[in-house]
């Protein structure tokens, strides 16, 4: 099983800057998977990265990295040059060897002009 | 593009009537879930169903039920509506593969008013 904690209700950016939401897990299996999605208002939830525990590079995806501590259990996302429409809910989100998600209660990230 | 379906938006039912929300999947995925989303809570996991006919408790599936009767289609049923289960409700599919690293799919959701 799985515990997922993001301490930041909110969050806010200005347009071009960057930004780290923050989320740290806890997992008893040796085997598992993160993840970070996107929910932008009144549209559907996406994916937006995910990283293999066992592999210790950071995944990036375009203007978003993580910064995977294992040893800490942290995860957290960083969106580089922040966009209008970045604006949305992230959970951070981990999964074992399970097919079943365990989700962090969410970020809401206004993006200021 | 995987496309993941719920029958309605916007739902308002009365105390104590049975509920029927309808999720349907068009990539041919193994596994189906239903989750409720409340402010402050996140997503919780009610069910899920990893085949045809098989299901899975979640972390609160306490006045819920679900029937998976097809591959694409999986229904989450309320058997007696009450207040508190005024919440978003939302479907996810997934393929299942080696390895687990693998996204969940996830429908517009169905905001849900029990009055």
């Known amino acids: 099983a799985q515990t997922v904690t993001q301490s930041q209700p909110e969050m806010s950016v200005q347009e071009a800057e960057t930004v780290t939401l923050s989320c740290t897990y806890d997992?008893?299996?040796?085997?598992?998977?993160l993840f970070w999605y996107k929910q932008p208002p009144s549209r559907q939830m996406i994916l937006v990265i995910r990283?293999?525990?066992?592999?210790?590079q950071n995944a990036t995806e375009n203007r978003f990295s993580v910064n995977f501590q294992k040893a800490a259990k942290s995860f957290s996302l960083k969106i580089s040059d922040s966009q209008l429409g970045d604006a949305a809910m992230y959970f951070c989100a981990a999964r074992g060897t399970a097919s079943k998600l365990t989700f962090g209660t969410g970020t809401r990230l206004q993006v200021t002009l | 593009d995987v496309k993941v379906t719920q029958s309605s938006r916007y739902l308002v039912k009365r105390t104590g009537e049975k509920v029927f929300l309808e999720c349907v999947q068009d990539m041919d995925h193994e596994n189906m879930f239903w989750y409720r989303q409340d402010p402050g809570l996140g997503l919780r996991l009610i069910y899920f169903s990893y085949d045809v006919k098989m299901k899975e408790k979640g972390d609160i599936p306490e006045g819920y039920s679900v029937s998976r009767e097809k591959k694409e289609r999986f229904s989450l049923i309320l058997e007696s509506a009450s207040t508190n289960q005024t919440s978003m409700y939302l479907c996810?599919?997934?393929?299942?593969?080696?390895?687990?690293?693998?996204?969940?799919?996830f429908g517009p959701g169905t905001r849900l008013t029990v009055t």
């Open positions: 996810a599919s997934s393929p299942e593969m080696a390895g687990g690293f693998y996204e969940q799919y």
């Open positions: 990283q293999e525990a066992y592999k210790q």
């Open positions: 997992t008893s299996e040796s085997d598992y998977y």
